[in-house]
């Protein structure tokens, strides 16, 4: 990935300041990681509150061996985009929705955390900062990675005596390998991701952790990604390593309902809304493995994956594929005003978008 960026260009401190775009390929982007200009950091020990933070160029952090988030970790992550839009605009999509749900893991975690309106304004001084970063409209956007942790030294269990804030950037295109095109994913039947009581409704670190090795043997086996069910039942769908999953059963949508298990995405709430002033009827509930059977139409929703449709699923060793494994009608249908509405190319009449 790194071919892809000029390094005496990115290296230059006064560039950034001239140039209203880096000179790379914006044609093949992933989604890896790839160095920008400046990081966003702002500190407070425990039981304070942050409150001045400050851009700094882009490099690694220093850190206490005995960190709380190293030891234990005590750590959230969010994720958001900005689009750069035709008239040269950068729109951040429902940014005080990721300050929010990292207020809430805060909670869960123990750990203190910014202010929604410290939030997007950290947010947009680091686009800002970046905005040679940002691709051209229709190229990608410029992925935000938010995280929050216990940077203070613990020897013995307990919440970090200091905290810090940082926000880093990368421009990033389709996160699947296979781009636009369907995925298939494999039921995981013995390992879990969440269980009841846990953290798996938060965006804790240690969540995705956990995933690994499932995710690793299910590419190793072909498939894109691994589909989680409740550890109590095995039976009901909960959500893929990465993103939330729908069902499309006659015009019928359904998703997994929010109860403590299931990452409560900014994309999933987002589809609901969108799905249903598109006429949709849309249902939160409980949603078993076997109405994958007999399912329409399968995607996923993510702030990286977007709206990725599901060719097929398998599930003990059974294949089910939907739409001949193409891209389904909703699927499309559903991805195209997402997207349109993040890009600026629509109305937002949900005052969604963040304009820079
Ligand atoms: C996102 O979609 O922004 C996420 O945080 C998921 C991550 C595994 C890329």
């Excluded at 398998?314 to 594929?321: A, F, P, W």
């Excluded at 891209?327 to 890009?343: A, D, N, P």
């Amino acid at each position: 990935a790194s071919s892809l960026f000029k390094r005496d260009v990115v290296l230059s401190d006064t560039y950034s300041e001239t140039a209203e775009l880096v000179d790379m390929d914006w044609d093949n982007l992933g989604f890896a990681f790839l160095p920008t200009d400046y990081m966003y950091i702002m500190k407070c020990a425990r039981g304070g509150d942050f409150s001045k933070g400050e851009l700094q160029r882009f490099g690694n952090i220093e850190m206490n061996p005995s960190a709380g988030v190293l030891n234990y970790g005590q750590g959230l992550f969010e994720g958001l985009k900005a689009y750069r839009t035709k008239d040269g605009n950068i729109l951040l999509f429902r940014p005080e929705e990721n300050a929010l749900r990292m207020k809430q893991g805060a909670e869960r975690m123990c750990m203190p955390s910014p202010t929604v309106e410290q939030f997007v304004e950290a947010v947009k001084a680091t686009v800002l900062a970046n905005k040679r970063w940002v691709p051209p409209p229709g190229k990608g956007s410029l992925y935000i990675r938010p995280l929050l942790m216990g940077s203070g030294a613990v020897l013995g269990l307990a919440p970090a005596p200091e905290y810090t804030f940082l926000i880093y950037v990368s421009p990033v295109g389709n996160y699947f390998k296979e781009g636009v095109a369907p995925i298939h994913l494999v039921v995981e039947h013995e390992l879990h991701r969440a269980t009841p009581g846990g953290t798996g409704g938060v965006k804790t670190i240690g969540n995705y952790a956990a995933v690994l090795k499932a995710q690793s043997a299910a590419k190793a086996r072909g498939y894109s990604d691994v589909l989680y069910l409740d550890c109590v039942n095995k039976r009901y769908l909960e959500e893929v390593s990465s993103c939330n999953i729908f069902v499309v059963k006659d015009n019928v949508i359904s998703t997994p309902a929010i109860k403590g298990t299931i990452l409560p995405g900014i994309t999933r709430k987002s589809i609901i809304d969108v799905a249903r002033n598109q006429g949709f009827q849309v249902e939160e509930r409980l949603v078993a493995v076997d109405e994958l059977l007999d399912a329409d139409e399968v995607f996923c929703t993510g702030t990286a994956v977007v709206v990725s449709p599901v060719g097929s699923i398998t599930y003990l060793g059974k294949r089910v594929s939907y739409k001949n494994e193409g891209i389904g009608e909703v699927s499309q249908q559903l991805y195209s005003v997402l997207t349109r509405l993040q890009m600026g190319l629509i109305e937002d009449k949900m005052d969604w978008t963040v304009e820079l």
